[in-house]
Nanobody, 127 residues
Framework: QVSLVESGGGLVMTGDSLRLSCAISGRTWSAFYKLAWFRQAPGKEREFVVAVGYTDDVLMDLDSVRGRFTIYRDDAKSTVSLQMNNLKPEDTALYYC???????????????????WGQGTQVTVSS
């Protein structure tokens, strides 16, 4: 049984930093083709934030987080982290960790491309 457990969310002020972590267990680490972070704001669809592959290739489409968010994978600890700097109120959302054993093309940036999900950790940025 694959388990993804996020931690590190919280209530912060504009301009603060947070580091989210996701501990993944239940399957050989090398089986995961990509590890990703998604987020879902109230009343909105879940959106892709960033992903990292087993070769450390990074996918990031959101211009709004580019230069502020960085994804890290720690193969020794079977964790994937999201460092978020200079947080803004529009970053407020429930952040989900996700993992897939395979995806291709646009699926690697989509909810449908990921088989395994965490329960989410709330990030609230106050102005």
């Amino acid at each position: 049984q694959v388990s993804l457990v996020e931690s590190g969310g919280g209530l912060v002020m504009t301009g603060d930093s947070l580091r989210l972590s996701c501990a993944i267990s239940g399957r050989t680490w090398s089986a995961f083709y990509k590890l990703a972070w998604f987020r879902q704001a109230p009343g909105k669809e879940r959106e892709f934030v960033v992903a990292v592959g087993y070769t450390d290739d990074v996918l990031m489409d959101l211009d709004s987080v580019r230069g502020r968010f960085t994804i890290y994978r720690d193969d020794a600890k079977s964790t994937v982290s999201l460092q978020m700097n200079n947080l803004k109120p529009e970053d407020t959302a429930l952040y989900y960790c996700a993992a897939t054993t395979y995806c291709s093309g646009s699926d690697c940036r989509s909810v449908r491309g990921y088989e395994y999900w965490g329960q989410g950790t709330q990030v609230t940025v106050s102005s």
